[in-house]
């Protein structure tokens, strides 16, 4: 290996080893949960969600990151300028990302079966090699086309998830698998060797005169508030979230043009709610991890806190404009669409994740305060809620049902003969649910706007964050126990 080939193989791998190395951390985390946790039904429907969505994301990722890090950083003239063709380039860059995803494919094969993503409701072992050769082939052409690394992640991702809902009552995986690669590789051969770099000249191009808004208009115009144009710059940050919905719907049609072809198909259910769930938890997360850090990557944050605004009015605009739209287009979009049409008997939807969706959101949003880029914030979310739906079900159920063994008796004499009635306990539960959810929702919120106001994101400030948020859960979850000895007391179960 020549000391330039070396070179460009180090570069790459910078910049797409940790994203891999915390993509495969948390697949690893899922295969031991796997192995060591009992389950019910629902929690394992909840953890594929989880790992698919994981794994869906860092295939898109990495392969947008091969080619987007050039575009965020503005390196694609250095790139160019090298005494090196650029076929060698981009073989570097094919080279080192196939590598790394084939890594992502052995840690999912590596988990016993029967396997949280590849036994889950939305692929099979066929359907598993998708995302990969998508993410191998179309995303670095979708991230040159857009020019941006967050839109080849969203639709590299988005683009699997609408050919095997389609697929469901047909049995052509590995031909859709086959045509993907084949248009994916031509087409990222092509587009890269004509590549312009335009990264560096945007602002001086020229732009004819007629096309040009007048410095002074004929007719003084009222002087618009503050709140329609900040309304109307946070939207645009929001443009990829309501991109991901409209190829949710879209994909939606699919499964719904493939249910014509057999009526009969059982797995149509399924896939709808696995599809709905990976929806709402990326709306949630992307709504809430490009506001600020895309502020920062476009070299507006500074002067945002120049306005004569409020910082805190302008980011508890932002955190409202991010809940809305999780929640909005999380559930309310599903439920609109079963509404026009009703959806399979198989399926599901409540209205009871709502507090996840804002707890998602509000802890993107955190992330995003911390961060310089959205894609960035994005898949630094991503592992950190999946570590906490990780830790919750290794460490947080085992540990209130060893403490509600143990403190049983002691809050059954505490109740005495007094007892609760099943509706009544259950309001309890979600009162206080829902009041610790808020909680933290507040406090992440809150932290965040601190990060936000000021440019000091070093490490101790953030170690200091996080032993706040770990006490917080730490006495949520003695208050949940003890609120859940208390009603299991009163409603007179048996305590093992």
Same mark, same amino acid.
């Given at each position: 290996m020549?000391?330039?080939?070396r ?5 790459e791998?910078? %910049?797409?080893?940790?994203?891999w190395? @915390? ?5 690893a985390?899922f ?5 060591m !946790? ?12 989880a ?8 295939a898109?990722?990495?392969?947008a ?6 575009f ?10 090298? #005494?090196v063709?650029?076929?060698q380039?981009l073989?570097?860059?094919? %080279?080192?990302? %196939?590598?790394?995803?084939? !890594? ?12 949280f993503?590849?036994?889950?409701s939305?692929?099979?072992r ?14 670095p052409w979708l991230?040159i086309?857009t020019?941006s ?10 683009? +699997? ?10 049995? =052509?995986? !590995?031909?859709?698998?086959l045509?993907?690669s ?10 890269? &060797? ?19 808004? #007048? ?5 003084p ?5 503050w709140?329609?144009p900040?309304? /109307? ?12 919905? *409209? ?14 072809f057999?009526p009969?198909?059982?797995?149509v259910?399924p896939?709808?709610?696995?599809v ?11 709504a809430?991890?490009l506001?600020? @850090?895309?502020?920062r990557?476009y070299?507006? @944050?500074?002067?945002?806190?120049l306005?004569p =605004?409020?910082?805190?009015?302008q ?9 809305? &739209? ?7 979009? +599903?439920?609109? &669409?079963?509404?026009i049409? #009703?959806w ?5 939807f409540?209205?009871?994740? =709502? /507090? ?7 802890? @993107? ?8 880029? !959205?894609?960035?914030?994005?898949l ?5 809620? *999946? ?18 063994? =143990? ?6 004499? &505490?109740?005495?003969p007094?007892t ?6 259950r309001?309890? *539960? ?9 909680g ?5 919120l ?8 000021? %440019? ?16 917080y ?15 299991s007391a009163?409603?007179?179960l048996?305590? +093992?």
């Amino acid at each position: 290996m020549t000391g330039a080939l070396r070179l460009q193989t180090w570069k790459e791998l910078r %910049a797409l080893l940790p994203w891999w190395a @915390a993509t495969v951390a948390t697949l690893a985390g899922f295969g031991m949960v796997q192995v060591m !946790g009992d389950f019910s039904r629902n929690e394992i429907s909840r953890l594929q969600l989880a790992a698919t969505c994981v794994y869906f994301a860092g295939a898109g990722a990495l392969g947008a990151l091969s080619v987007g890090h050039e575009f965020t950083y503005r390196t694609v003239q250095a790139l160019f300028a090298q #005494p090196v063709r650029r076929s060698q380039l981009l073989s570097v860059k094919l %080279a080192v990302l %196939a590598v790394l995803l084939l !890594g992502l494919a052995g840690t999912v094969s590596l988990i016993p079966e029967p396997n949280f993503i590849t036994a889950g409701s939305l692929m099979d072992r066929a359907g598993l090699w998708l995302p990969l050769m998508c993410g191998l082939f179309l995303a670095p052409w979708l991230t040159i086309v857009t020019r941006s690394a967050l839109a080849g992640a969203v639709f590299s991702i988005a683009l +699997p998830m609408i050919i095997l809902s389609f697929m469901v009552a047909t049995d =052509i995986k !590995g031909s859709a698998i086959l045509a993907v690669s084949a248009l994916g590789s031509v087409l990222t051969w092509r587009i890269f &060797l004509r590549l312009e770099a335009l990264d560096e000249g945007r602002g001086h191009i020229g732009v004819p005169a007629w096309l040009k808004r #007048p410095m002074v208009e004929d007719r003084p115009r009222p002087a618009p508030g503050w709140l329609g144009p900040l309304v /109307h710059k946070e939207l645009r940050l929001q443009q990829m979230t309501f991109v991901v919905s *409209a190829l949710y719907a879209a994909a939606w049609a699919a499964m719904l043009v493939a249910r014509r072809f057999d009526p009969d198909y059982l797995d149509v259910g399924p896939r709808v709610y696995a599809v709905t769930g990976l929806h709402s938890g990326i709306i949630a997360l992307m709504a809430g991890a490009l506001p600020a @850090a895309d502020e920062r990557q476009y070299a507006t @944050a500074d002067w945002q806190a120049l306005l004569p =605004i409020a910082t805190w009015k302008q980011w508890l605009l932002k955190a409202a404009l991010a809940i809305g &739209l999780a929640v909005g287009l999380g559930l309310g979009l +599903p439920a609109l &669409l079963g509404w026009i049409h #009703p959806w399979p008997d198989d399926v599901e939807f409540s209205w009871e994740q =709502i /507090h996840i969706l804002v707890l998602l959101a509000a802890t @993107a949003l955190y992330v995003s305060s911390v961060s310089t880029t !959205g894609l960035r914030a994005l898949l630094a979310a991503i592992p950190i809620v *999946a570590g906490a739906s990780v830790a919750s079900a290794t460490v947080l159920y085992p540990l209130m049902s060893a403490l509600r063994r =143990i403190g049983g008796p002691w809050a059954y004499s &505490l109740v005495g003969p007094a007892t609760l009635d099943a509706s009544s306990a259950r309001l309890v *539960a979600i009162i206080a649910i829902s009041v610790l959810l808020g909680g933290l929702t507040l406090l992440l919120l809150g932290m965040g706007l601190r990060n936000h106001r000021s %440019a000091d994101r070093s490490s101790g400030r953030l170690l200091r964050q996080a032993g706040w948020i770990a006490a917080y859960v730490a006495a949520g979850i003695a208050v949940l126990t003890l609120l859940s000895l208390i009603t299991s007391a009163g409603l007179r179960l048996q305590v +093992p």
